[in-house]
């Protein structure tokens, strides 16, 4: 019912920035929140940033806080992830997420998941 599609993905220096991008299509006016997530090799699923849809409320991971910015245009159906200072330990596939819940901070929460992009910072 919700598609989305993420970009932006790829190789940085620690310290450097990204900035990935997520576009949604389908049924989306149900959406509450959209948010991103991380996972590393053989670590589980961590949260990172997530927006609501209407107000635009954010909320961020400790791990990413004053660092990473997270945004969105509704009249383009899509959200962003700004992401500074990047450190080794960012370095993970990062999904896109969108869901209805009011629960923004886990992943069983969302109902629809991008494909995922690689964020890769170097030491």
């Known amino acids: 019912q919700v598609q989305l599609v993420e970009s932006g993905g790829g190789l940085v220096q620690t310290g450097g920035s990204l900035r990935l991008s997520c576009v949604a299509s389908?049924?989306?006016?149900?959406?509450?929140?959209m948010g991103w997530f991380r996972q590393a090799p053989g670590k589980e699923r961590e949260f990172v940033a997530a927006v609501t849809w209407t107000t635009g409320v954010t909320y961020y991971a400790d791990s990413v806080k004053g660092r990473f910015t997270i945004s969105r245009d509704n009249a383009k159906d899509t959200v962003y992830l700004q992401m500074n200072y990047l450190k080794p330990e960012d370095t993970a596939v990062y999904y896109c997420?969108?869901?209805?819940?009011?629960?923004?901070?886990?992943?069983?929460?969302?109902?629809?998941w991008g494909q995922g992009t690689q964020v890769t910072v170097s030491s």
């Open positions: 389908g049924s989306t006016y149900s959406t509450h929140a």
């Open positions: 997420a969108a869901g209805s819940s009011p629960i923004l901070n886990m992943a069983r929460d969302y109902d629809y």
